[in-house]
């Protein structure tokens, strides 16, 4: 079992930033893949962002220049920075932790980008 905690949500006006941090817990394996994915209302939840323990990054299009993602193994956290920030981005972030099929997620945090 692993558990992931998510923080760092909120409400933000357009144009500003966002960091959001997972930290996981438990069964922690040497390699996996964590990241980021978002559901927007009425809408699948997608890939935003994800980065293996030898810090290989993967980004959505609609990330990319906008959004950083990053890791602290020792610490086994993932972040994601958000900067230019657009209504469209408004959505639920999960965290997510992925090794040979086996999947876990996060309960998720608000991303609101509203003026």
């Known amino acids: 079992q692993v558990q992931l905690v998510e923080s760092g949500g909120g409400l933000v006006q357009p144009g500003g930033s966002l960091r959001l941090s997972c930290a996981a817990s438990?069964?922690?394996?040497?390699?996996?893949?964590m990241g980021w994915y978002r559901q927007a209302p009425g809408k699948q939840r997608e890939l935003v962002a994800d980065?293996?323990?030898?810090?290989?990054?993967n980004y959505a299009d609609s990330a990319k220049g906008r959004f950083a993602i990053s890791r602290d193994n020792p610490k086994n956290t993932v972040y994601l920075q958000m900067n230019s920030l657009k209504p469209e981005d408004t959505a639920v972030y999960y965290c997510?932790?992925?090794?040979?099929?086996?999947?876990?997620w996060g309960q998720g945090t608000q991303v609101t980008v509203s003026s």
């Open positions: 438990g069964n922690i394996f040497s390699f996996n893949v």
């Open positions: 980065i293996s323990s030898i810090g290989l990054t």
């Open positions: 997510n932790w992925k090794r040979a099929g086996t999947v876990y």
